[in-house]
Protein backbone atom coordinates (compact mmCIF):
# COMPACT_ATOMS: atom_id res chain seq x y z
CA UNK A 1 0.00 0.00 0.00
CA UNK A 2 1.30 3.35 -1.11
CA UNK A 3 1.22 5.95 2.07
CA UNK A 4 2.07 9.63 0.84
CA UNK A 5 2.47 10.64 4.24
CA UNK A 6 5.06 8.42 5.68
CA UNK A 7 5.38 10.76 8.89
CA UNK A 8 2.34 12.00 10.70
CA UNK A 9 1.66 14.67 13.13
CA UNK A 10 0.91 12.99 16.05
CA UNK A 11 -2.54 15.22 16.46
CA UNK A 12 -3.88 14.06 12.87
CA UNK A 13 -2.90 9.80 13.29
CA UNK A 14 -6.20 9.15 14.63
CA UNK A 15 -8.38 10.43 11.26
CA UNK A 16 -6.22 9.86 8.84
CA UNK A 17 -4.51 6.60 10.15
CA UNK A 18 -8.46 5.18 10.39
CA UNK A 19 -9.29 6.37 6.66
CA UNK A 20 -6.41 4.92 4.76
CA UNK A 21 -6.07 1.85 6.91
CA UNK A 22 -10.43 1.34 6.31
CA UNK A 23 -9.61 1.94 2.44
CA UNK A 24 -6.53 -0.28 2.31
CA UNK A 25 -8.01 -3.14 4.28
CA UNK A 26 -11.34 -3.31 1.70
CA UNK A 27 -8.88 -3.07 -1.32
CA UNK A 28 -7.14 -5.96 0.06
CA UNK A 29 -10.02 -8.15 1.26
CA UNK A 30 -11.58 -7.93 -2.54
CA UNK A 31 -7.96 -9.02 -3.76
CA UNK A 32 -8.20 -11.97 -1.96
CA UNK A 33 -11.61 -13.16 -2.45
CA UNK A 34 -11.26 -12.45 -6.11
CA UNK A 35 -7.84 -12.29 -7.66
CA UNK A 36 -6.67 -15.45 -4.74
CA UNK A 37 -9.80 -17.86 -5.40
CA UNK A 38 -9.41 -21.20 -3.90
CA UNK A 39 -12.31 -23.56 -2.33
CA UNK A 40 -11.48 -26.95 -0.31
CA UNK A 41 -10.59 -29.65 -3.16
CA UNK A 42 -13.56 -30.79 -5.17
CA UNK A 43 -16.02 -33.80 -3.33
CA UNK A 44 -15.76 -36.97 -4.66
CA UNK A 45 -16.78 -38.49 -7.63
CA UNK A 46 -19.24 -40.76 -5.93
CA UNK A 47 -20.72 -37.91 -3.83
CA UNK A 48 -24.48 -36.32 -4.24
CA UNK A 49 -24.80 -34.41 -7.04
CA UNK A 50 -21.77 -35.05 -8.47
CA UNK A 51 -22.27 -38.81 -9.37
CA UNK A 52 -18.90 -40.63 -10.82
CA UNK A 53 -18.24 -40.50 -14.72
CA UNK A 54 -19.79 -43.86 -16.90
CA UNK A 55 -17.16 -44.73 -19.34
CA UNK A 56 -18.60 -45.99 -22.62
CA UNK A 57 -17.11 -47.63 -25.92
CA UNK A 58 -16.80 -44.63 -28.51
CA UNK A 59 -19.52 -44.47 -31.03
CA UNK A 60 -17.90 -46.10 -35.25
CA UNK A 61 -17.80 -42.25 -36.19
CA UNK A 62 -16.21 -41.43 -33.39
CA UNK A 63 -12.63 -40.61 -33.94
CA UNK A 64 -10.25 -42.28 -31.73
CA UNK A 65 -7.32 -40.88 -30.83
CA UNK A 66 -3.64 -42.16 -31.83
CA UNK A 67 -2.12 -43.76 -28.46
CA UNK A 68 0.91 -41.37 -28.72
CA UNK A 69 -1.50 -38.13 -29.03
CA UNK A 70 -1.37 -35.50 -26.04
CA UNK A 71 -4.00 -35.42 -23.90
CA UNK A 72 -5.95 -32.61 -24.31
CA UNK A 73 -8.29 -31.16 -21.61
CA UNK A 74 -10.86 -28.22 -21.56
CA UNK A 75 -10.67 -25.91 -18.86
CA UNK A 76 -14.01 -24.61 -17.33
CA UNK A 77 -16.24 -24.19 -14.21
CA UNK A 78 -18.42 -27.57 -13.18
CA UNK A 79 -20.02 -26.96 -10.04
CA UNK A 80 -22.14 -29.47 -8.39
CA UNK A 81 -25.61 -28.22 -6.90
CA UNK A 82 -25.75 -28.21 -3.38
CA UNK A 83 -21.92 -28.39 -3.06
CA UNK A 84 -20.03 -26.12 -0.89
CA UNK A 85 -16.16 -24.94 -1.74
CA UNK A 86 -14.11 -22.47 1.41
CA UNK A 87 -11.07 -20.62 0.15
CA UNK A 88 -8.18 -20.61 2.83
CA UNK A 89 -5.63 -17.96 1.53
CA UNK A 90 -2.59 -15.87 3.08
CA UNK A 91 -0.97 -13.10 2.07
CA UNK A 92 2.36 -11.19 2.87
CA UNK A 93 3.33 -8.18 1.80
CA UNK A 94 6.21 -6.09 2.20
CA UNK A 95 6.54 -2.64 1.14
CA UNK A 96 9.99 -0.53 1.21
CA UNK A 97 9.71 3.56 1.18
CA UNK A 98 12.13 6.35 0.94
CA UNK A 99 10.99 9.95 1.84
CA UNK A 100 13.39 12.75 2.14
CA UNK A 101 16.07 10.80 2.73
CA UNK A 102 14.45 8.62 5.59
CA UNK A 103 13.16 4.82 5.38
CA UNK A 104 10.02 3.12 6.28
CA UNK A 105 9.01 -0.45 5.87
CA UNK A 106 5.64 -1.07 5.88
CA UNK A 107 4.77 -5.23 6.50
CA UNK A 108 1.16 -6.17 6.06
CA UNK A 109 -0.25 -9.76 6.59
CA UNK A 110 -4.06 -10.84 5.52
CA UNK A 111 -5.48 -14.07 6.01
CA UNK A 112 -9.23 -14.65 5.03
CA UNK A 113 -11.92 -17.99 4.48
CA UNK A 114 -14.64 -17.55 2.08
CA UNK A 115 -17.25 -20.05 1.79
CA UNK A 116 -18.86 -20.49 -2.20
CA UNK A 117 -22.42 -22.35 -1.85
CA UNK A 118 -23.82 -23.34 -5.17
CA UNK A 119 -27.51 -22.99 -4.53
CA UNK A 120 -28.31 -23.82 -8.55
CA UNK A 121 -27.03 -24.91 -11.64
CA UNK A 122 -29.62 -24.46 -15.05
CA UNK A 123 -29.25 -26.61 -18.05
CA UNK A 124 -26.81 -24.21 -19.65
CA UNK A 125 -24.74 -24.80 -16.52
CA UNK A 126 -24.97 -20.89 -15.16
CA UNK A 127 -24.46 -21.41 -10.98
CA UNK A 128 -25.88 -19.66 -8.43
CA UNK A 129 -23.29 -18.54 -5.89
CA UNK A 130 -23.88 -17.34 -2.51
CA UNK A 131 -20.35 -16.03 -1.35
CA UNK A 132 -20.30 -15.36 2.04
CA UNK A 133 -16.91 -14.12 4.03
CA UNK A 134 -16.47 -16.36 7.15
CA UNK A 135 -13.64 -14.76 8.46
CA UNK A 136 -11.25 -11.72 7.49
CA UNK A 137 -8.19 -10.32 9.50
CA UNK A 138 -5.50 -7.73 8.35
CA UNK A 139 -2.57 -6.90 10.53
CA UNK A 140 0.11 -3.95 9.55
CA UNK A 141 3.35 -2.61 11.18
CA UNK A 142 5.52 0.08 10.36
CA UNK A 143 9.21 -0.21 11.18
CA UNK A 144 11.67 3.01 10.62
CA UNK A 145 15.14 3.76 12.10
CA UNK A 146 14.21 7.70 11.66
CA UNK A 147 11.08 7.14 13.43
CA UNK A 148 11.23 7.34 17.56
CA UNK A 149 9.45 4.00 18.71
CA UNK A 150 7.15 5.71 20.78
CA UNK A 151 5.29 7.32 17.15
CA UNK A 152 5.70 3.69 15.43
CA UNK A 153 3.71 2.38 18.50
CA UNK A 154 1.10 4.93 18.09
CA UNK A 155 0.67 4.76 14.30
CA UNK A 156 0.74 0.78 14.59
CA UNK A 157 -1.82 0.76 17.36
CA UNK A 158 -4.19 3.60 15.09
CA UNK A 159 -4.01 1.33 11.92
CA UNK A 160 -4.44 -2.23 13.47
CA UNK A 161 -7.44 -0.35 15.35
CA UNK A 162 -8.99 0.59 12.09
CA UNK A 163 -8.21 -2.78 10.03
CA UNK A 164 -9.94 -5.08 12.85
CA UNK A 165 -12.68 -2.71 12.91
CA UNK A 166 -13.12 -2.91 9.53
CA UNK A 167 -12.24 -6.52 9.30
CA UNK A 168 -15.18 -7.36 11.59
CA UNK A 169 -17.84 -5.43 9.61
CA UNK A 170 -17.02 -7.67 6.64
CA UNK A 171 -17.38 -10.70 8.38
CA UNK A 172 -20.03 -12.74 7.82
CA UNK A 173 -21.39 -10.43 5.16
CA UNK A 174 -22.88 -12.49 2.25
CA UNK A 175 -23.69 -11.71 -1.67
CA UNK A 176 -24.74 -13.40 -4.78
CA UNK A 177 -23.57 -13.88 -7.82
CA UNK A 178 -24.81 -16.21 -11.13
CA UNK A 179 -21.60 -17.27 -13.09
CA UNK A 180 -21.13 -19.00 -16.06
CA UNK A 181 -18.92 -22.26 -16.82
CA UNK A 182 -16.63 -19.34 -18.62
CA UNK A 183 -16.00 -17.86 -15.40
CA UNK A 184 -18.25 -14.69 -16.18
CA UNK A 185 -20.66 -12.80 -13.93
CA UNK A 186 -23.74 -13.05 -15.65
CA UNK A 187 -25.55 -11.03 -12.45
CA UNK A 188 -24.47 -10.25 -8.56
CA UNK A 189 -27.13 -9.24 -5.95
CA UNK A 190 -26.26 -8.13 -2.40
CA UNK A 191 -23.23 -6.22 -2.66
CA UNK A 192 -25.20 -3.22 -1.19
CA UNK A 193 -25.42 -5.02 2.46
CA UNK A 194 -21.25 -5.42 2.41
CA UNK A 195 -20.73 -1.52 1.51
CA UNK A 196 -23.44 -0.18 4.01
CA UNK A 197 -21.63 -2.51 6.83
CA UNK A 198 -18.33 -1.13 5.67
CA UNK A 199 -19.49 2.49 5.69
CA UNK A 200 -19.73 2.49 9.41
CA UNK A 201 -15.96 2.23 9.44
CA UNK A 202 -15.31 5.51 8.71
CA UNK A 203 -18.45 7.56 10.81
CA UNK A 204 -16.96 9.93 12.78
CA UNK A 205 -13.92 12.48 12.41
CA UNK A 206 -12.31 10.66 9.47
CA UNK A 207 -15.25 10.29 7.59
CA UNK A 208 -15.61 12.15 4.45
CA UNK A 209 -17.37 12.35 1.40
CA UNK A 210 -13.92 11.71 -0.79
CA UNK A 211 -13.63 8.56 1.70
CA UNK A 212 -17.26 7.55 0.82
CA UNK A 213 -16.83 7.88 -2.63
CA UNK A 214 -13.23 5.64 -2.62
CA UNK A 215 -14.98 3.03 -0.45
CA UNK A 216 -17.80 3.04 -2.98
CA UNK A 217 -16.11 2.66 -6.08
CA UNK A 218 -13.97 -0.30 -4.80
CA UNK A 219 -17.28 -2.25 -3.47
CA UNK A 220 -19.15 -1.42 -6.43
CA UNK A 221 -20.46 -4.56 -8.18
CA UNK A 222 -18.44 -3.59 -11.05
CA UNK A 223 -15.18 -3.94 -8.87
CA UNK A 224 -16.07 -6.77 -7.45
CA UNK A 225 -17.42 -8.33 -11.31
CA UNK A 226 -14.08 -7.26 -12.93
CA UNK A 227 -11.74 -8.83 -9.97
CA UNK A 228 -14.07 -12.09 -9.76
CA UNK A 229 -13.38 -12.31 -13.88
CA UNK A 230 -9.52 -11.36 -13.78
CA UNK A 231 -9.21 -14.67 -11.40
CA UNK A 232 -10.74 -16.99 -14.08
CA UNK A 233 -8.33 -15.71 -16.77
CA UNK A 234 -6.76 -20.13 -16.31
CA UNK A 235 -10.09 -20.61 -17.94
CA UNK A 236 -9.66 -22.22 -22.21
CA UNK A 237 -11.53 -21.31 -24.63
CA UNK A 238 -10.72 -25.04 -25.61
CA UNK A 239 -8.80 -28.12 -25.53
CA UNK A 240 -5.13 -27.86 -24.17
CA UNK A 241 -2.14 -30.23 -24.05
CA UNK A 242 0.93 -30.38 -21.45
CA UNK A 243 2.77 -27.74 -22.92
CA UNK A 244 0.19 -25.74 -24.07
CA UNK A 245 -0.26 -22.07 -23.29
CA UNK A 246 -2.16 -19.56 -23.32
CA UNK A 247 -2.53 -15.68 -21.98
CA UNK A 248 -5.44 -13.23 -20.47
CA UNK A 249 -5.11 -9.81 -20.29
CA UNK A 250 -7.27 -7.72 -18.04
CA UNK A 251 -8.00 -3.92 -16.70
CA UNK A 252 -9.10 -3.71 -12.93
CA UNK A 253 -9.77 -0.23 -11.20
CA UNK A 254 -11.16 -0.05 -7.87
CA UNK A 255 -9.56 3.22 -7.55
CA UNK A 256 -6.04 2.05 -8.63
CA UNK A 257 -5.94 1.56 -12.63
CA UNK A 258 -4.69 -2.02 -12.81
CA UNK A 259 -3.04 -3.60 -16.29
CA UNK A 260 -2.54 -7.39 -15.97
CA UNK A 261 -0.67 -9.66 -18.12
CA UNK A 262 -0.86 -12.89 -17.24
CA UNK A 263 0.63 -16.25 -19.38
CA UNK A 264 -0.75 -19.92 -18.08
CA UNK A 265 1.10 -23.08 -18.94
CA UNK A 266 -0.38 -26.43 -19.00
CA UNK A 267 2.77 -27.90 -16.64
CA UNK A 268 1.48 -31.70 -16.01
CA UNK A 269 -2.24 -33.66 -15.15
CA UNK A 270 -1.45 -35.55 -12.24
CA UNK A 271 -4.43 -37.71 -12.00
CA UNK A 272 -7.43 -34.92 -11.34
CA UNK A 273 -5.63 -32.10 -10.94
CA UNK A 274 -4.24 -29.93 -13.37
CA UNK A 275 -0.77 -27.94 -12.65
CA UNK A 276 -0.72 -24.52 -14.25
CA UNK A 277 2.80 -22.31 -14.42
CA UNK A 278 1.52 -18.79 -14.40
CA UNK A 279 3.40 -15.86 -14.89
CA UNK A 280 3.35 -12.29 -16.23
CA UNK A 281 3.43 -8.45 -15.83
CA UNK A 282 1.42 -5.93 -13.98
CA UNK A 283 1.33 -1.98 -14.81
CA UNK A 284 -0.43 1.10 -13.40
CA UNK A 285 -0.79 4.67 -14.09
CA UNK A 286 -1.94 5.88 -10.84
CA UNK A 287 -5.35 6.71 -8.92
CA UNK A 288 -8.28 7.60 -11.01
CA UNK A 289 -11.99 8.49 -9.76
CA UNK A 290 -13.00 9.16 -6.06
CA UNK A 291 -9.58 9.09 -4.96
CA UNK A 292 -7.54 11.25 -7.60
CA UNK A 293 -10.29 13.91 -6.30
CA UNK A 294 -9.50 13.94 -3.17
CA UNK A 295 -6.18 14.46 -3.28
CA UNK A 296 -6.64 17.24 -5.79
CA UNK A 297 -9.00 18.60 -3.13
CA UNK A 298 -6.43 18.86 -0.98
CA UNK A 299 -4.08 20.73 -3.82
CA UNK A 300 -1.67 17.76 -4.19
CA UNK A 301 -0.55 16.80 -7.87
CA UNK A 302 0.11 12.77 -7.43
CA UNK A 303 1.38 11.06 -10.49
CA UNK A 304 2.13 6.91 -9.59
CA UNK A 305 3.24 4.42 -11.74
CA UNK A 306 3.44 0.89 -11.03
CA UNK A 307 5.79 -1.95 -13.23
CA UNK A 308 5.55 -5.52 -11.81
CA UNK A 309 6.10 -9.37 -12.31
CA UNK A 310 4.31 -11.92 -10.84
CA UNK A 311 5.10 -15.54 -11.41
CA UNK A 312 3.74 -18.92 -9.32
CA UNK A 313 1.97 -22.16 -9.31
CA UNK A 314 -1.60 -23.02 -9.61
CA UNK A 315 -3.69 -26.26 -9.51
CA UNK A 316 -6.96 -26.78 -10.61
CA UNK A 317 -9.25 -29.62 -10.58
CA UNK A 318 -9.89 -31.38 -13.68
CA UNK A 319 -13.69 -32.22 -12.84
CA UNK A 320 -14.57 -28.82 -11.47
CA UNK A 321 -12.35 -26.58 -13.18
CA UNK A 322 -11.90 -24.90 -9.65
CA UNK A 323 -8.72 -23.74 -8.37
CA UNK A 324 -7.50 -25.75 -5.27
CA UNK A 325 -4.43 -24.41 -4.25
CA UNK A 326 -1.81 -21.38 -5.52
CA UNK A 327 1.66 -20.35 -4.76
CA UNK A 328 2.45 -16.67 -6.17
CA UNK A 329 5.04 -14.22 -5.87
CA UNK A 330 4.39 -10.42 -7.06
CA UNK A 331 7.17 -8.51 -7.06
CA UNK A 332 6.54 -4.48 -8.20
CA UNK A 333 8.47 -0.79 -7.98
CA UNK A 334 6.27 2.15 -7.98
CA UNK A 335 7.72 5.84 -8.26
CA UNK A 336 5.59 8.29 -7.06
CA UNK A 337 5.73 12.40 -7.80
CA UNK A 338 4.06 14.87 -5.87
CA UNK A 339 3.67 18.55 -6.45
CA UNK A 340 2.13 20.82 -4.44
CA UNK A 341 3.01 24.52 -3.50
CA UNK A 342 5.48 24.26 -6.30
CA UNK A 343 7.86 21.95 -4.70
CA UNK A 344 8.10 18.61 -5.91
CA UNK A 345 9.00 15.16 -4.44
CA UNK A 346 9.60 11.91 -5.54
CA UNK A 347 8.99 8.49 -4.01
CA UNK A 348 10.41 5.55 -4.84
CA UNK A 349 8.85 2.17 -3.73
CA UNK A 350 9.36 -1.39 -3.65
CA UNK A 351 6.77 -3.87 -3.22
CA UNK A 352 7.06 -7.65 -2.30
CA UNK A 353 4.17 -10.05 -2.09
CA UNK A 354 3.72 -13.60 -1.59
CA UNK A 355 0.24 -15.56 -1.87
CA UNK A 356 -0.95 -18.67 -0.80
CA UNK A 357 -3.94 -20.75 -1.10
CA UNK A 358 -5.30 -23.85 0.22
Known amino acids: MVNRNVLWRREGAQTGGRALATVASIVLALFVAGCSTAPAPAPDSGSAGNPPAVQSEPAADTPVPAPDSPERVTIRLNLSEGESYELSSHVRQTVDQEFLGQSLTIRQDLTGVTRYTVRAVDGDGVMDLDVTYESFDMSMSLESTDVSKEQLD????????????????????????????????????????????????????????????????????????????????????GPVAVGDEWTSDTSVNMGLSMDVHTRFALESVDGD????????????????????????????????S?????SGTMRVDRETGWLVGQESVIDATADILISAEGQELRLPITMHTESTVR
Not at 283 to 293: E, M, N, Q, T, V
Not at 306 to 310: A, D, L, M, V
Open 154 to 237: QLNQVMNGALQQSARLVNGVTFSMRVSPAGDIVSIQGVEQLMARVLKSVSGPGDTQQVRDALQQVLSGDAIRRSWEESFGYITD
Open 306 to 310: IEGTQ
Open 273 to 304: TLVLNVDGSIASSGFDGAILDQLNAEGVDFDL
